[in-house]
């Protein structure tokens, strides 16, 4: 390419966009002096960046929101984030130890040891407890819904004493999940975990696991497995458990 | 942990672009938190000293396309988001006739010719990191440029001949 041949379509974008050979721009000059009518598309050209500048750029200035920030699954590396996980280290194996007896059921393998280490890592979590608080509670609901695929609701649990603080999301082992947190007047908390299932569209009786001081109660329902989560004693964690099963199917 | 701060300083920029992808305040936040988890779900995918930035907008273009194809099989997923759409637009009175014309233009047009204009206008991406991001030949993305930048040129002409062309 030389300073004589033909200016081409590709070559009169790049010099709108600057990304022009430095050599070609005298013969990109001379065309545009020679014929009006492409120097004035050009010029209309270079006016859709500066305007698309214009629309946009003040994104670029807005704080970022604590939701946008950081990696969501590890947040702030504080000494109690380092505590929770090796916590839920020594759970994650005395619980896969504590069920290995368990009846090999695919929909739910796995589901309370994976909402037992969700909850041990988020619920003693002070700073940033969820991603999304429930302030935000339909966008929450909308976000998790579309990110497992099917309509997720957040149960109201204020008849048990419990109200939601909020939820995030989690990647699973077969894909995302969701986590919403539940705090009582004296900030006990319970996390309720629900991810999507293999086969979808059945439904399990209640099952209990435990290790250590967290009780899950986990289910089966629909589209959704199910793993409510807390260092309650079974009884206790049992009344909340029916209590969102009843506000998932008033 | 070195890693918490890997995505920070691109955020600002994923959430413009979103925004101009979607014209929607709350669908690109949403957009943008999906592709940040996705990112961190795959981090280990990314080969460490390649484009970063690349990488990130590649996210969430895939995400953006999965998105709309989730929508039209799924329309109570639809029906969700209407109040989202409803969102007051950014483009007000005082920005002018000419930028709201071309917000609506952009709206206008298909999506593979907005992402390319948005990544070289807005982004100042080169062609080849455009064509690197998108998956596609840097011969596709000049011939989407070029159809984005006339069309636009053409409805904005359209949109206000009486005021432009007083002479």
Redesign the interface.
């Known amino acids: 390419m030389n300073n004589q041949s033909p200016v081409t379509?590709?070559e009169l974008?790049?010099y709108i966009?600057e990304?022009l050979e430095p050599a070609r721009c005298a013969a990109v000059e001379a065309y545009l002096a020679d014929n009006p009518a492409e120097a004035e598309?050009v010029r209309?050209?270079a006016r859709?960046?500066e305007?698309?500048?214009?629309?946009?750029?003040a994104?670029?200035?807005?704080p970022?929101?604590e939701?946008?920030?950081?990696?969501?699954?590890?947040?702030?590396?504080s000494p109690m984030r380092y505590a929770a996980l090796l916590a839920a280290a020594v759970v994650g194996g005395a619980l896969g130890w504590a069920l290995r007896g368990e009846e090999p059921l695919a929909t739910t393998a796995n589901l309370p040891q994976q909402a037992a280490l969700a909850h041990v890592v988020y619920a003693p979590e002070v700073l940033h407890p969820v991603?999304v608080s429930a302030s935000e509670e339909?966008?929450l609901v909308?976000?998790l819904?579309?990110?497992l695929?099917a309509?997720v609701r957040a149960p109201q649990l204020s008849d048990a004493g419990y109200e939601l603080v909020g939820g995030r999301?989690l990647?699973g082992a077969d894909g995302?999940a969701a986590q919403f947190m539940y705090q009582d007047a004296r900030g006990n908390r319970l996390t309720l975990y629900v991810r999507t299932t293999a086969d979808g569209n059945r439904e399990t009786a209640f099952r209990y696991a435990q290790e250590s001081k967290v009780g899950v109660f986990y289910w089966v329902d629909g589209p959704f497995g199910y793993a409510l989560s807390g260092e309650l004693e079974r009884p206790q964690l049992l009344r909340v458990a029916e209590s969102v099963y009843r506000a998932l199917n008033p | 942990m070195r890693d918490t701060n890997l995505f920070d300083e691109h955020i600002p920029r994923l959430r413009r672009y979103a925004r101009a992808l979607t014209s929607d305040r709350n669908q690109a936040d949403d957009l943008v938190q999906e592709c940040l988890a996705r990112a961190w779900e795959k981090l280990s995918l990314w080969r460490r000293g390649s484009d970063l930035r690349a990488w990130l907008f590649t996210i969430l273009h895939n995400l953006y396309v999965n998105d709309l194809r989730r929508r039209k099989n799924h329309p109570e997923l639809l029906t969700l988001d209407d109040e989202a759409l409803d969102a007051p637009r950014r483009a007000t009175q005082e920005d002018g006739l000419g930028l709201r014309d071309l917000q609506a233009a952009l709206d206008r047009l298909p999506l593979e010719q907005r992402e390319v204009l948005l990544l070289v206008g807005l982004e100042e991406m080169s062609y080849e990191e455009v064509a690197k991001t998108l998956g596609i030949p840097v011969g596709t993305v000049m011939s989407r440029l070029s159809r984005a930048r006339e069309r636009l040129r053409t409805q904005l002409n359209a949109a206000g001949p009486a005021l432009r062309r007083v002479k």
């Open positions: 379509e590709t974008h790049a966009d990304q598309r209309a050209y859709q960046n305007q698309l500048h214009a629309l946009f750029d994104t670029l200035d807005e970022v929101p939701t946008l920030r950081s990696n969501p699954a590890r947040r702030t590396p991603e339909t966008h909308n976000w819904s579309k990110r695929g309509p999301l990647p995302p």
